[in-house]
Structures are given as structure tokens and as C-alpha cells.
């Protein structure tokens, strides 16, 4: 019986296996952040611990820096947790791109973008959209505090082997249809945890046909079907995306890891715990209505009727009043007040350059408010090469520093309560983007549209929008 | 960490599904550098309006819910947010065994990590138990080494749990010091280079 590429990578990093004991795996990879970190170094000092491999291990600050000056961090406890990440990195021999460094952003954009996130790897952080990484053929996921100090330590973590999910989308996408509106639409059709306790295989034409930004974008919200970790077997779009970054091996050696990367490939013959197969023709572009990410539809659609019976009454009743939101109405009546572009799932230069395009000399509607968050520092110097902080400046969005600012509000960018935000983030939930706020997850493009349109409108119907897949 | 062997302790019941760590335990409260007292924050927004008075309709601020230890909720408990806040804030509230129909790996994973047992039940056992959790008599027994629950009043069940995370509840271990004992065979791994990378 062939493996699959999820078992391939998993067994190349078995560090000890015994029985009745999960299996000791080795963690190639460990990227850290300011928020889910200081008590874990904070528990090495108390033991005298090391960090085992600080070469293996790279740090940002990214959740609570300040998008529009950041250097001047109001909130007294927020700037102590950005300095206490400093002075860990300082005292364990930590890299950190900190607010001067021309690398920094979101982790799960710098690491792709300097190469150090690879084919084959294992690599963990404290937060649970690591799962990202996945897109380059590696297994990545979210761990806990205790799990970072866990590897801090080590450089492994005790882990059973999780099931494998094959989830296979074919076809061709229609127009105007991105990356955020397939995985979108997987979870709204399967639920927020149809993937507990897998990993997750993306097979088929439509993840095959994707450039990695948009792999990404599908890998990112893995964790939102409640796959801890989901990934893209490596391809010649995956060595392309990745030859020359600064971390990547380079000339010959770069070509021996090819071919490495290139075995990891699933067998054809490779069993999997379960497999879906889907039509990716079918998928229209999607607008998340309630408050988990699974509650979704296509912007053609309505938000459900309690008689149609698809969402429990109870959870639909608390997410439908929460969202201020009628059962039935017609996606396409939803007013929108605020609009974010940004965030680890679509910041990327290719997420701006879709929302540039749609937005093509027209300007933000009156009573909307509009903001793009580039994913790091890099992003933000390419899409100003690109003049396209020109383009969404004159139609009226607001163009910021690089970090996570209004996907979770920890820094001051927040949507005021009972407003409606659409996002290209990825989690919808209660509270997310500031007390009481109403949070639409859409792709880049729809986002755009709706800050034209001050309400969410079908793309497709837009004559824009032949130029936007 | 604190062994868990026999545990006992009254219960309540917070009858919704996919409850996510960002409601567990609220972004503005993630910026401490400490793991504790969290307890006052937990579930925050629910617990609290938006003028910080308690919300006497949801189910954790009524009064038959008050002295409880065990927290039963719906299926798919802890999604969203690796945060180990959430669990942080839980033990502190003074809640250590969370009972659910099924729980999002990471939260399971660092409840383990806290010394705080996820029990996973069916639908039905979670349902009959939140049913009858608000008698003031009505008391839950776990025991952790038989991997039993029972009410004393004719309920009883077993659940699943992995023999080693089993061992280190009971045990009360700290896992670190457990791992260091396979230096050898780390350094091992690591000089085999068996994983192509070149961070
Ligand atoms: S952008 Fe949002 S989801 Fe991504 S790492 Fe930051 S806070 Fe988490």
C-alpha cells in the first residue's frame, strides 16, 4: 500500500516510537510571536532551560503592533509584551524581525516570503493559522503556550498520528471565484469541524491550477474546518514561488532538494481516512453571514430560513440576532460600514493587486469606511513599487503598516458594535474585530466591490470582473 | 502540575456548540505575560455588558451554576484561536474537567497541558447529564485511572483517553522533563539529518 505525502513527511520525522505512546516528532521549523510566547520563555527561565535549536526558530511581532504609527504604542501592556518578546529573543538567540526590521509582518507572510518555510517540513507556532505553511507541501500546525516551550526545549512534541483527509476540488472556477471563495465554501458546506483530528490533502485541478498565494489562502483556513493542519503537495509552482528567497538553499544544492521535494509526493495508491470530491465549478463567491465561518453562502444566495432547517434553530437564532440579520434576506440587502483588506489569509501582494483592480478609479461609498493592512513590510514596498497604494488612496481606503490589526483587533483598529465589517480574514467570530462587531468574511475582490457599493455585490455581475481571475 | 486520579465535583452546563476560544477568552485580555489570573476574563463578553455589569441571562452567572467545577458544553468546544488562555482561564475560573460531545485538537490538547481532563461523551450522555446538572445534589465523580464517570444516582459511562496523556494527569508530570530524557535520540535524529532544511 502507497503513503500519502501527510505519512511521508510524518514517518521522515519520528524521532521515537514505542507503544502506547504517541509518536516523539521532530519539529523542523518553530515560528514565534509576541502573544503566545512570554510565558513559555518565562518557563524556561524558571527551570534553567535552553533553547535547544534558536537556529530553527524565528520570531516577529505582528498581533498588537500599531498599523498607523508604530512606534507609539498607547496600550501600556500591549508595548510590554512587544518589549518582553525583544528581550527573549536577546537572551535565548532568538532571530527577530521587530518593528525596525525591513522583514517584518504577519509570521505566516514573512516565513513563506524569506524561504525559510520549506517542502517537507514540520513546523509549528503558537497560533493556529500556521497551518498556512501547509501550502508548500509541509505539515504545519498551531500548538499551544506549554507546546512552545515544549519545543523551545526539545525541538519535538509528543503527537499522535492524526488521520488523513483527502479533499479533491476539480474543475475549472468561474470567474470572479478565488482561492478564499473554494475553502469558504468547503467549510459552509461540511462545518467548522469536519476535519477535526486530520490533516488535510488539496488535490485536484482547482488547487493544482492555483499560484501559491492562493494555496495559501486555502491552507490558512484549514483550521476553520477544524483540520489542525492542511496542505498542497509541492509542485513546479512550489519551487518557482521559492528558488532565490534568502533562506533556500541555492544552485546545485537547491536542485538535490527538488528532487527530494519531489518524491514527497502522495503514491497513487495512497489510502486515506476519508476523501472528498468536489466540482469546483459550482462554487460561487462566497459571503460569510453568522459568526463561525462555516455559516457562509454564496453572494447569490440568502442567509437560511429556520424552516429550511441546514443550521440548528438555536444557533442560528443566536447568530442571526448577534448579526442583526434577517433569515431569508438576500445576501446582496447586507449594508456594509467597514471594509478590511488584509490579514495572514489575503494580504499578499496578489489579494492587493485583485482588490486594486476591482476598485479601478471608482471610489469608496460615502458612510464606508476602508482600510488595507499589507501583510508585511515587503508587501507593502512591492505593491508601492507597484503604485498600488496610489490606487487605493485616491478611491479613499486608509493604506497602513504592516501586522494582524483589525483580523482580531488587538491593536487599536477595531469595527464599532452592531456595524458591518467586510473582511477578508478569516474568523467571523462573536467580538472578533471589537465588541459587538459584525464580521463578513469575503475574498479580496468582494471586499473591494463592497466598499464601492457600500453593500455586497456579485463580482460576476461587475463588468470588471473578466479581469480579476 | 497537580495529579488527577479520582475527581469530584458539581457541574454546569453551557448548552452551546462550537463555543471558540475568542469567546473562552477575549482578545484584550491575551496581552498579559503571565499565566494567571485569567479567570476574571473568562467568557467575558458573554458574562459581562458592555458596562461591565454581569448579564444575569447567561447560564455561567446564574445561581445554580455557582461552585461548579465541571463545565459541560456542546460539541466542537474550544475551536478557532490556539490561545492557551482559554484553558488558562477555565482552571483559573475554577472550572478542571470540561465535558463535550467532541472538542478542536489544540484546545484538547492544552487542557491536557494544565492538567485539566477534556471528557468526550455522545450527544445523548451530554444531554442527559445537562439535563439534570442544576439539582443542587447532583454531583459527578470522574475517575481518571478507570476512565469512568458516574452521578452517583445510577449514571454511569466510560470514556476514552490516550494511555500516555492518562499517565501524565494521573502522574502529575511535567512533560519537558520527560522529553529531555530522549536527548540521546534527538541528537541521534538530528545528525542523521534524515529532514532536508536549511533554516
Ligand atoms: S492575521 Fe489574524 S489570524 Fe492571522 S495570525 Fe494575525 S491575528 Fe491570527
Not at chain 1, 11 to 25: A, G, T, Y
Not at chain 1, 40 to 46: P, V
Request: charged share 25%.
Amino acid at each position: 500500500m502507497g503513503k500519502s505525502i501527510i505519512e511521508k513527511i510524518w514517518d521522515r520525522h519520528i524521532v521515537n516510537e514505542e507503544e502506547n505512546k504517541p509518536d516523539l516528532l521532530y519539529i523542523d521549523l518553530q515560528y514565534i510571536h509576541e502573544v503566545t510566547s512570554p510565558q513559555a520563555f518565562e518557563g524556561l527561565r524558571l527551570k534553567g532551560r535552553k533553547v535547544r535549536r534558536p537556529d530553527r526558530t524565528f520570531a516577529t511581532m505582528d498581533h498588537n503592533v500599531p498599523t498607523v504609527n508604530r512606534y507609539f504604542i498607547e496600550d501600556d501592556i500591549a508595548r510590554k509584551q512587544l518589549e518582553a518578546l525583544d528581550q527573549n529573543c536577546k537572551e535565548f538567540g532568538i532571530r527577530l524581525a521587530d518593528l525596525d526590521s525591513p522583514e517584518q509582518g504577519i509570521v505566516h507572510v514573512i516565513g513563506p516570503e524569506l524561504g525559510l518555510t520549506q517542502p517537507g517540513m514540520t513546523i509549528v507556532c503558537g497560533d493556529s493559522h500556521t497551518s498556512t505553511h501547509g501550502a508548500f507541501g509541509s505539515i504545519a500546525f498551531g500548538i499551544g503556550t506549554s507546546e512552545v516551550e515544549h519545543v523551545l526545549a526539545t525541538q519535538t512534541l509528543w503527537q499522535t498520528k492524526p488521520k488523513t483527509l483527502k479533499l479533491e476540488v476539480n474543475g475549472k472556477l468561474g470567474q470572479g471565484v478565488m482561492a478564499k471563495d473554494v475553502i469558504l465554501y468547503v467549510i459552509s458546506k461540511f462545518g467548522v469541524d469536519f476535519g477535526t483530528g486530520h490533516i488535510i490533502e488539496y488535490c485536484g485541478e482547482v488547487f493544482r491550477d492555483m499560484s501559491m498565494e492562493e494555496r495559501m489562502t486555502v491552507c490558512n483556513m484549514s483550521i476553520e474546518g477544524g483540520a489542525r493542519a492542511g496542505l498542497v503537495a509541492p509542485d513546479e509552482t512550489t519551487f518557482s514561488y521559492i528558488k532565490g528567497r534568502k533562506y533556500v538553499p541555492k544552485g546545485v544544492e537547491f536542485e538535490q532538494y527538488v528532487q527530494e521535494w519531489k518524491s514527497l509526493a502522495s503514491d497513487e495508491d495512497a489510502v486515506y481516512d476519508q476523501e472528498i470530491i468536489l466540482d469546483g465549478s459550482l462554487i460561487s463567491p462566497m459571503v460569510s453571514w453568522g459568526t463561525n465561518p462555516g455559516m457562509a453562502s454564496g453572494v447569490d444566495g440568502n442567509v437560511p430560513t429556520f424552516a429550511e432547517d441546514i443550521i440548528d434553530s438555536k444557533e442560528l437564532n443566536r447568530a442571526l440576532e448577534y448579526m442583526g440579520l434577517e433569515e431569508g434576506m438576500p445576501i446582496t440587502n447586507i449594508p456594509v460600514q467597514h471594509v478590511f483588506i488584509g490579514s495572514c489569509t489575503n494580504s499578499r501582494i496578489e489579494d492587493l493587486r485583485q482588490a486594486a483592480e476591482m476598485i479601478d478609479g471608482q471610489t469608496v461609498q460615502k458612510g464606508v469606511r476602508a482600510m488595507v493592512v499589507p501583510g508585511s513590510q515587503s508587501v507593502k514596498r512591492q505593491a508601492e513599487d507597484e503604485g498600488l497604494d496610489e490606487i487605493f488612496k485616491s478611491a479613499g481606503f486608509e493604506w497602513r503598516e504592516s501586522g494582524c490589526s483589525m483580523c482580531l483587533s488587538m491593536n487599536p483598529d477595531a469595527v464599532p458594535s452592531g456595524e458591518h465589517c467586510a473582511s477578508t480574514s478569516n474568523r467571523n467570530f462573536e467580538g472578533r474585530q471589537g465588541a459587538g462587531a459584525r464580521t463578513h468574511l469575503v475574498s479580496p475582490a468582494m471586499a473591494a466591490a463592497a466598499a464601492i457599493y457600500g453593500k455586497f455585490v456579485d463580482i460576476r455581475n461587475l463588468k470588471k470582473t473578466e479581469q480579476v481571475h | 502540575m497537580e495529579p488527577i486520579t479520582i475527581y469530584k465535583g458539581r457541574a454546569a452546563a453551557l448548552d452551546r456548540k462550537n463555543v471558540d476560544t475568542d469567546q473562552i477568552i477575549p482578545k484584550q485580555f491575551l496581552k498579559r505575560i503571565e499565566r494567571s489570573g485569567f479567570g476574571e476574563f473568562l467568557f467575558y463578553n458573554w458574562r459581562f455588558d458592555e458596562d461591565g455589569k454581569e448579564r444575569p441571562d447567561f447560564e455561567l452567572n446564574q445561581p445554580h451554576n455557582q461552585n461548579t467545577s465541571i463545565l459541560i458544553a456542546g460539541e466542537n468546544f474550544g475551536c478557532g484561536s490556539s490561545r492557551e488562555h482559554a484553558p488558562w482561564s477555565l482552571k483559573d475560573y475554577g472550572f478542571d474537567i470540561v465535558i463535550a460531545p467532541s472538542f478542536a485538537d489544540i484546545f484538547k490538547s492544552n487542557c491536557m497541558k494544565n492538567g485539566m481532563v477534556p471528557i468526550a461523551l455522545t450527544q445523548d450522555e451530554v444531554k442527559y447529564l445537562m439535563e439534570r446538572v442544576s439539582a443542587p445534589d447532583y454531583e459527578l465523580t470522574i475517575d481518571l485511572p478507570n476512565q469512568t464517570l458516574i452521578d452517583g444516582q445510577g449514571f454511569e459511562v466510560s470514556f476514552e483517553i490516550h494511555p500516555y496523556w492518562k499517565e501524565m494527569l494521573v502522574k502529575g508530570w511535567d512533560e519537558i522533563s520527560i522529553t529531555l530524557q530522549y536527548d540521546e535520540e534527538i541528537s541521534a535524529y538530528e545528525q542523521q539529518k534524515k529532514v532536508v532544511s536549511s533554516t
